[in-house]
């Protein structure tokens, strides 16, 4: 089964609006991940947080960490159509590689 | 250009064939990572190769097989082709596996990945 699983599976938002998703866990991890992939093409690194981190900034995006509850959420602020995409968590439970959840499907309309 | 570069971007083959993916990671970076993309079974990790040495090994079919060159470029063998093989094959990269100065902490580069159609 997956480690992380994205919710939820499928987000429509308007242009301007705020996108939340969110990536819950089974296992300890040492640092979680995010990734985008628009349609068909490969993952995008987007940002990085570490166990011991409870927030991270990357330009429009906002990471928060909560261990406690093993989940994860990422926030777009004042999303554009470019953002259309897959967004996947990744975690690296195993010690040995990261396992991707099944994605979240963002679509920003105009 | 993330650096990766994967080759061929599309395959069309026969059931019961053989086809090589190829691979080629971001310059500097010593590990290599296979995942197989299908929209049934999401992303699923296959195989890693650190330095030429296999590292770990996934959901890898006996059907599939992978080495990593001293260029530490990457081949993913795929034999015997069934239908359910269509999928994407990504390729991605980093500096090294964990407990390994660099590491993967800063995340993979990926491909832009192999589509592969089994007819």
């Known amino acids: 089964s997956q480690q992380g699983e994205e919710d939820p599976q499928a987000l429509s938002i308007q242009e301007g609006e705020n996108a939340t998703m969110n990536c819950s866990y089974k296992?300890?991890?040492?640092?979680l991940q995010w990734y985008r992939q628009n349609s068909g093409r490969g993952l995008v690194h987007l940002i990085l947080?570490?166990?011991?981190?409870r927030e991270k900034h990357s330009g429009r995006l906002r990471v928060t960490l909560d261990t406690s509850k093993k989940s994860s959420s990422l926030l777009i602020t004042a999303s554009r159509a470019a953002d259309t995409a897959s967004y996947f968590c990744?975690?690296?439970?195993?010690?040995?590689?990261?396992?991707f959840g099944p994605g979240t499907r963002l679509s920003v309309l105009p | 250009d993330s650096g990766v570069t994967q080759t061929p971007k599309h395959l069309i083959t026969a059931t019961g064939q053989r086809v090589t993916l190829r691979c080629s990671p971001r310059?500097?970076?010593?590990?290599v990572y296979w995942y197989q993309q299908s929209l049934d079974q999401g992303l699923q990790f296959l195989i890693q190769?650190?330095?030429?040495?296999?590292?770990a090994k996934g959901n890898i079919l006996e059907r599939f097989s992978a080495q990593q060159f001293p260029d530490l470029h990457s081949e993913l063998n795929l034999s015997s082709l069934e239908l359910g093989d269509s999928a994407l094959y990504f390729c991605?990269?980093?500096?090294?596996?964990?407990?390994?100065?660099?590491?993967?902490?800063?995340?993979?580069?990926f491909g832009s990945g192999t589509r592969l159609t089994v007819v």
């Open positions: 947080i570490r166990s011991n981190e």
């Open positions: 296992t300890s991890i040492n640092n």
């Open positions: 190769y650190y330095n030429g040495e296999e590292r």
């Open positions: 991605a990269s980093s500096v090294g596996p964990w407990g390994v100065r660099g590491g993967a902490d800063y995340g993979y580069t």
């Open positions: 990744a975690t690296d439970a195993n010690g040995q590689n990261f396992v």
């Open positions: 310059s500097g970076d010593l590990s």
